[in-house]
């Protein structure tokens, strides 16, 4: 069974930078067919695709955010992880860390941890 | 980028009715490309369908997936209390990956 959990502050500064990593379980990050992304929900609202890691390191990212974002993996730890820089409170939201997917020529996010909430506040 | 969009915005039905959610995409969209998503209050989305009409492991039959064009619909048959959710649409758009606003489906 694949389990992912994320980790990290629960409460960042504004123009600070903010910090998750994502550990997993059950599978293998560097396995071929899947990519490790983030995903976040402001409270209230919904779901906005952050980006992902590709199991030989390369990454895509969500054109409004690419210039702060930043993910990065350690395979040996089976985790990978989340830069935000330059916070704010726009920021805040719940994080998501979760597994897509391709099957078919279909692209889908198919396991989810349980996210953690991130307060960008002073 | 793709858009899209999903009505209504909240549909109030009551157990065992039939729901039919859409999401239309703003510009022409593979159906390989399109997955839909349920969240319940307080927890992670939990994937339903990909592909458009492929019901993701462990998903109950009451649910499926059609297109037509650029409007996707999710169709629940049979409404079981544990329906009552939020329901999202998503795209692959060649770059970059959105999602829909939200159908928020109560009970009536």
């Known amino acids: 069974q694949v389990q992912l959990q994320e980790s990290g502050p629960g409460l960042v500064k504004p123009s600070e930078t903010l910090s998750l990593i994502c550990t997993v379980s059950g599978a293998s990050i560097d396995r071929g067919g899947f990519c490790w992304s983030w995903i976040r929900q402001p409270p209230g609202k919904g779901l906005e695709w952050i980006g992902f890691?590709?199991?030989?390191?390369?990454?895509s990212y969500n054109p409004s955010l690419k210039s702060r974002v930043t993910i990065s993996a350690d395979t040996s730890k089976s985790q990978f992880s989340l830069r935000l820089t330059s916070v704010t409170a726009a920021d805040t939201a719940v994080y998501y860390c979760?597994?897509?997917?391709?099957?078919?020529?279909?692209?889908?996010?198919?396991?989810w941890g349980q996210g953690t909430p991130v307060t960008v506040s002073s | 980028e793709i858009v899209l969009t999903q009505s209504p915005g909240t549909l109030s039905l009551s157990p065992g009715e039939r729901a039919t959610l859409s999401c239309r995409a703003s510009q022409s969209l593979s159906s390989n490309y399109l997955a839909w998503y349920q969240q319940r209050p307080g927890q992670a989305p939990r994937l339903l369908i990909y592909?458009?009409?492929s019901r993701a492991t462990g998903i109950p039959d009451r649910f499926s997936g059609s297109e037509s064009g650029t409007d996707f619909t999710l169709t629940i048959s049979r409404l079981e209390p544990e329906d009552f959710a939020v329901y999202y649409c998503?795209?692959?758009?060649?770059?970059?990956?959105?999602f829909g606003q939200g159908t928020k489906l109560e009970i009536k």
């Open positions: 979760a597994r897509r997917a391709y099957t078919s020529a279909s692209f889908y996010f198919d396991y």
């Open positions: 890691i590709h199991p030989g390191g390369t990454t």
């Open positions: 998503q795209q692959y758009g060649g770059t970059s990956y959105t």
């Open positions: 592909g458009a009409s």
